[in-house]
């Protein structure tokens, strides 16, 4: 129960930090459904977002060409891995114009959770992609939880998936 109580207080804390956007502006303002969107894999399979509802999921709008997407990718593929078993799933949106150097980014990174190619209509869904990385959070029940635009530090994601995955 102690640990609950820090989990959650650490991560209020980490929410009040000014990349973290929690239900305060745009898309997360009300705690709304994330936008449901089905899009192609890189091995043309269709990935639905609703499909995963029943998880928490970090959603990565990032590009190839994109220096702190290139930084944070490793730690993703950390939490995918160390999350995995316990409900977590990272879905990568990549905003790339063609698949191919995101085919060569996804080998170079091994990377083990999906992704997809977005597009326009998904950034526009998610209240414009006008800078990488846009990164959301979402809970179990699909609700956009936070949203964190730029660079982010890798304990506030630690932090916020370790309290929403806490909430099992």
């Not at 102690?2 to 650490?10: D, F, P, T």
């Amino acid at each position: 129960m102690l640990a609950v109580l820090a989990a959650a207080i650490l991560t209020g804390i980490y929410f009040r930090s000014n990349r973290t956007v929690p239900l305060k502006t745009g898309i997360a303002k009300q705690n709304l459904l994330a936008p449901d969107f089905v899009l192609p894999q890189l091995d043309g399979t269709p990935l639905r977002l609703s499909s995963y509802r029943g998880k928490v999921v970090l959603l990565d709008f990032w590009a190839t060409w994109c220096d702190p997407c290139r930084e944070e990718t490793p730690h993703f593929v950390e939490l995918q891995q160390q999350y995995a078993d316990r409900g977590l799933q990272i879905i990568g949106v990549s905003m790339d114009d063609t698949s191919d150097p995101v085919r060569d980014f996804y080998h170079q990174f091994h990377m083990n959770y999906p992704v997809v190619m977005g597009n326009a209509k998904t950034g526009e869904a998610y209240g414009g992609v006008l800078g990488l990385p846009i990164i959301f959070l979402l809970g179990q029940d699909g609700r956009i939880v936070a949203k964190h635009m730029g660079p982010t530090k890798a304990e506030t994601f630690d932090l916020e998936i370790a309290a929403l995955l806490l909430k099992q």
